[in-house]
């Protein structure tokens, strides 16, 4: 076994939902450069075909095709499995990184944005999954089982609401739904992981991120003192989607740059 073999991804087919920005984007350019075919989907169907034709002049031995979904209605979801059966009959690889967040102080948070939040990242993912079941299957193997990579936070992993309430309560619910479908699926050789990112140059963060003054601000408050970079989602989504993460499920891959084992401060150092 080569180190080629292990990440190469050569005639797998992946999803990779709100892939057109952010960490889908950087996945979806991981999944092309390591050889599979990678269907772009998000709301914004134009903007994924733009990410898949910037892809596909990358010279890479994969190939990427973009197109418009919407993982938040139960319509939506129908209309992207829709789409997803008219392009492929199996599917190797789902990403579910589509996601929404809004942020409000504590006693102004409004009723609606909590459900909003809850149907994209957390109904959205599940009921995703469920319809592409059929697909998975036909993909899975002993040898090879079909993945499928969800995409938490740090944010549901330690008590940070920072605002962003609604969206902390969805990832928690993301990690955990991840474990239930890791237990369930295993018979049918898929395997469920998810990462837990950190701060991440994207659209959702801008507000944090777009520039690099705002950016050396934000990682000065990462135990690793930065914030995270595309090859930090690409050797992830490679070893998990790869022959090397094909014995893992379950995970939860803690991509915060140490956010994670963050804790209280030594409480008794004070009186040593």
């Known amino acids: 076994m080569t180190p080629d073999n292990l990440f190469s991804l050569n005639g797998k087919t992946a999803l990779v939902t709100g892939g057109a920005t952010g960490i889908g984007r950087m996945a979806a350019e991981a999944l092309v450069r390591a050889g599979a075919r990678v269907l772009i989907a998000s709301r914004k169907g134009a903007d994924c075909a733009a990410v898949a034709d910037a892809l596909n002049a990358l010279d890479a031995p994969g190939r990427a095709e973009g197109f418009a979904g919407d993982v938040g209605s139960e319509a939506g979801i129908d209309a992207l499995v829709s789409e997803v059966n008219t392009r492929t009959q199996r599917l ?11 942020g409000a102080p504590l006693g102004q948070f409004p009723y609606d944005a909590w459900d909003k939040v809850m149907s994209v990242n ?23 089982p079909a993945r499928v990579v969800n995409v938490g936070s740090v944010m549901g992993e330690v008590p940070m609401g920072d605002g962003a309430y609604s969206y902390s309560a969805s990832k928690a ?12 699926l295993s018979p049918h050789r898929i395997t469920v992981n998810a990462l837990a990112p950190g701060p991440f ?22 135990p690793l003192g930065r914030v995270g970079r595309d090859e930090d989602i690409a050797g992830s989504m490679l070893f998990l989607c790869g022959r090397g993460g094909s014995y893992v499920t379950g995970a ?13 401060g030594n409480i008794f150092a004070e009186a040593m």
């Open 201 to 222: 140059v994207s659209r959702m963060t801008a507000f944090a991120t777009a520039d690099e003054d705002k950016r050396e601000k934000v990682g000065k408050s990462v």
């Open 92 to 102: 190797d690889i789902l990403m579910n990184n589509a996601g929404v967040s809004w």
């Open 122 to 144: 957390v109904t959205g993912v599940f009921h995703l999954t469920q319809k592409l079941l059929p697909l998975l299957i036909k993909s899975g193997s002993n040898d090879d």
């Open 173 to 184: 619910a993301v990690i955990h739904l991840t474990k239930i479908l890791a237990k369930e």
């Open 252 to 264: 939860v891959i803690p991509v915060s740059g140490g956010i994670n084992v963050l804790t209280g």
